[in-house]
């Protein structure tokens, strides 16, 4: 039985104790037996100091040893939370603070933005205690914490959010079966900070599977992109919708392909059916699958496999729930809704988090018993998002909560305004807010063409569709809508602008 992620990799050290895990652009990695041997070192190391179950910072760069810092921080029997080295001072010290660390590693020499005793990476590597690693492992529990990661959520204030081995083990032993996935190459796009990286590291150590880094500046050029793509053989990606769009956005596949890919997952953001047709038009034979989940949980929890072609104006479904995790929409006043009124998304399943670190109010109000049933613990997930049924009984996302506004009277959902702003020939990425204090819609937007009204052009092609209400009051053109460091289009710094 499997109740700790380190008996995967134990698994492929003994199986395929050759064959690489993890490769860089320059052909630097590790096989499953350095991964294991190197990370046992570094669980030595950090056991010998006597601490145990608790936060270790692992300040990551998109590198080889940052997944080795990960695994050798679960070998002394703590858990890691990873941070970017390009976070600023202020914010690390408050992450460092809520989270109680007393020691921090990475993959740098040296590192000046912490207080507290950091080790980098060449000072943990030495001999393995193998009788401490024994000791430590007998004490180990499924439900121990694996990993935790801090988001800023609407607030911009960090929150950790704590992964256990057993959601972890949960979500990946499901998605393997859900979508009978075998040994991959795996191109990996997810900075390693990021809470999704975990869908590729995870996936990696259960299948056996090569996971190749690809470069960050790749992404500024296509063409080198699907270069390295090919050369890798790459056949598996899990990327961000706004990755994949730099291909479509580029024409970059009209005189190259991608031979090796069998299988593009999106997460993480809602996929545009303009780049999503894009790449089924020229990449037919491949399976795409949109998925959700979020932070609250560890992986996703439901699945949507493309199996028709997408009208621009369309939503495309987050479909249905993972092998074993139930999903069900609940109204206001949490009765359950199966018609096709929309509701807030609700998850009963194993994949789900420890809670939020050292915030016992904001657990109990996100984390909560499942409100259908009154007679025994049943935890489920408020996760704050909208959906609806469509009409083969997908789930549909309509919107965060927070997107939810009250306008001229009426209820209106600031994502279907950008639904169809996207679905418009001249623009390339839109977002949607709400001026609370001017009562007004605000939409930023960047464009693919230039013209000579945007303001009108936009109008008079939403009033086609959408009532007057629903008509933005303000327009702002910018060069670029900036994304946060998860990917997602950062919503708080478009508000300031507002």
């Known amino acids: 039985m499997i109740n700790n992620v380190l008996q995967y990799l134990e698994i492929q050290e003994q199986k395929n104790p050759d064959k690489y895990a993890i490769l860089e652009k320059d052909g630097n990695g590790f096989t499953f037996k350095e991964l294991a041997t190197k990370a046992r070192e570094i669980g030595s190391f950090l056991a010998e100091t006597g601490i145990f179950k608790k936060a270790i910072p692992v300040f990551s760069n998109q590198s080889i040893n940052s997944v080795l810092l990960f695994f050798g921080v679960l070998y002394s029997g703590n858990y890691y939370v990873p941070i970017d080295v390009d976070t600023p001072k202020d914010r690390i010290e408050i992450i460092l603070n809520n989270c109680k660390a007393t020691i921090s590693v990475g993959c740098e020499k040296e590192f000046d933005k912490v207080e507290i005793p950091y080790h980098s990476i060449d000072a943990l590597l030495g001999k393995e205690n193998k009788e401490l690693l024994e000791s430590v492992r007998k004490k180990h529990t499924i439900n121990n914490p694996l990993y935790m990661v801090y988001t800023s959520g609407s607030t911009g204030t960090p929150k950790g959010v704590i992964k256990s081995h057993n959601s972890m083990i949960s979500f990946i032993e499901s998605f393997v079966d859900t979508f009978n996935i075998e040994e991959e190459i795996i191109g990996n796009q997810t900075p ?59 024409n970059a596949l009209k005189t190259m392909t991608l031979p090796y890919i069998k299988n593009v997952f999106f997460v993480g953001e809602v996929m545009q059916i303009k780049h999503l047709n894009y790449w089924r038009s020229h ?8 998925l959700y989940g979020s932070s609250e949980m560890a992986g996703t929890c439901s699945y949507y496999i493309v199996d028709r072609e997408f009208g621009l104006e369309e ?7 993972l092998n074993g995790t139930e999903m069900f929409l609940l109204s206001e006043d949490n009765k359950l809704i199966t018609d096709d009124n929309v509701g807030e998304i609700c998850v009963r399943s194993p994949l789900l988090a420890s809670g939020y670190f050292g915030d016992k109010e904001k657990t109990s109000k996100v984390f909560v018993n499942n409100v259908l049933n009154d007679d025994y613990l049943d935890l489920m997930l408020r996760t704050g998002d909208l959906g609806k049924y469509d009409e083969n009984g997908n789930i549909v996302y309509v919107a965060r909560k927070d997107y939810q506004i009250k306008h001229m009277g009426h209820r209106i959902e600031l994502y279907e305004i950008e639904t169809y702003v996207n679905a418009l020939d001249f623009i390339d990425v839109s977002c949607c807010l709400y001026d609370e204090k001017r009562s007004k819609i605000v939409l930023f937007f960047t464009v693919t063409k230039e013209l000579e009204d945007y303001n009108k052009e936009i109008t008079v092609r939403l009033k086609q569709k959408l009532p007057d209400y629903m008509i933005p009051n303000r327009f702002i053109k910018i060069e670029t809508i900036q994304k946060n460091k998860n990917g997602k289009i950062d919503r708080v710094l478009l508000k300031s602008l507002i």
């Open 192 to 250: 390693f900070y990021f809470d999704a990286s975990g869908k590729d590291i995870y996936l990696m150590l259960k299948t056996g599977s090569t996971m190749h880094i690809v470069p960050k500046e790749l992404f500024m050029f296509p063409v080198g992109l699907i270069n390295f793509l090919n050369e890798r053989k790459i056949s598996y990606i899990c990327w961000v919708p706004s990755a994949l769009a730099i291909i479509s956005q580029l």
């Open 283 to 290: 990449l037919p034979e491949v399976r795409y699958v949109n």
């Open 315 to 321: 939503k495309l479904p987050i479909g249905k729930p």
